[in-house]
């Protein structure tokens, strides 16, 4: 019984693909997609991963006293990339820390 129910889902994933692509207009519409569904919820999963790292790596890099440059890369770009960049725009890049 099982077996029919994965077959199934699986033929009427491969029949919807394409009118799902032939539905979206643009390759915009794709990436709007892709963004909303996969990019921004990894993103939030690399803030918790950046930001774990951050806390572990902090008392070296308080010694080394690259803190802001160690927070830009592995805390602020990550919280850019997932909340302030346009839905679909994969080319945004943000540089929170300037020194």
């Known amino acids: 019984m099982m077996k029919k129910i994965f ?10 693909t394409p009118a799902l692509a032939f539905a979206m207009d643009e390759d915009k519409d794709i990436s ?6 996969l990019a921004r919820p990894l993103g939030l999963v690399s803030i918790a991963i950046g930001g774990s790292i951050f806390v572990i790596s902090l008392p ?8 802001g440059k ?14 302030n960049r346009p839905i679909g725009d994969f080319d945004y890049r943000a540089d ?3 020194k």
């Open 32 to 37: 709007i997609a892709v963004d909303a569904l």
């Open 96 to 98: 929170c820390y300037k």
């Open 70 to 83: 160690t927070a830009n890369i592995l805390i602020l770009r990550p919280v850019a990339f997932t909340f």
């Open 60 to 67: 070296f890099t308080a010694i080394s006293g690259s803190i």
């Open 7 to 16: 077959i199934i889902s699986l033929i009427l994933l491969v029949v919807s």
